[in-house]
């Protein structure tokens, strides 16, 4: 199903440890195909302000039933502040859902959720799927402090295992979230690793599932400016089937990535090999390429 564009109401929206977690009534929205790792673009401003671009948030959850659509967000600029300070009552313009979700087969699957603070919003929905088909789950949270851990005590309720980490040990272990990953994977005996954080939290991820025989499933968190494809503002480079390496959008070829394709070490760059490479790379006057 395409995405809806609807302006949605504001039923709650409240704190959640370091977080603020915002429920809309939307039911268009809801009651589309809405799957783990989809997210939504809402427009805080009106069609009057001056904050011209949406701001992406993963759907934390979706209810047909209720006709409600949740997110957890953290203020980290203008719009985020702007948006915290909306109150029940009020409207936002969303557009959901976006982008590629989370790959899941048909049969039952073991797999361990990977997420830094508010990442794991998402990951919840994708448990309670795993779980529906017959599968198993382990979670992995981390953050680097207690209160920016999230959802921990849901976490709980799904995973046979739940580890914490925060970096300075405030809750549960003191470290990264790779540093008891193998042990999760081997928990469960888990061929699948679904994680949602930083960018480079991901790549190490991946490079322990990788290590471990399981694959590695990124929800990456880059900055989108228009949500749908057109501004080419969160291009990542990833390496296809064939060997080559393109930029691919976040918004809608991802935000969900096969880990061991995304070229972490050149992203924010304009690789050398990437296909039409020579095009992008800026001209110094007389049509020579600057290097």
Partial sequence: MPPVQTVATIRRIEPVG????????????????????????????????????????????????????EFVFAERGKGTRALARHRP???????APLGTPFPLPE????AVLVAGGYGSAPLFSLAETILGRGGRVSFVLGAATA??????????TLGEHVLVVTDDGSAGRRGR????????????????????????????????AVAAGARSHTAVEEAMACGIGICMSCVLPVTGADGVTRFLRSCTDGPVFDGTTVRWDRAGTLPPDLEGAAAMA??????????
Avoid at 89 to 95: F, P
Avoid at 179 to 196: M, N, R
């Fill in 18 to 69: 370091a977080y603020h977690r915002l429920i809309l009534h939307a039911p268009a929205a809801a009651a589309a195909d809405v799957r783990p790792g989809h997210f939504g673009a809402l427009a805080i401003g009106g069609r009057d302000g001056a904050m011209l671009l949406r701001r992406a948030f993963s759907v934390h959850r979706a209810d047909p039933a209720t006709g409600t659509v």
């Fill in 89 to 95: 009552g009020d409207t936002v313009d969303l557009i």
């Fill in 107 to 110: 049969g039952p699957v073991s």
């Fill in 147 to 156: 209160d920016r851990l999230f959802g921990v005590e849901r976490a709980r």
């Fill in 177 to 208: 979230v790779t540093d008891p990953l193998a042990e999760a994977i081997a928990g469960i005996g888990a061929t699948e690793v679904h994680s949602c954080g930083p960018m480079g939290m991901l790549r190490a991820v991946t490079e322990v």
């Fill in 282 to 291: 800026p001209r110094q006057p007389g049509g020579v390429i600057a290097r």
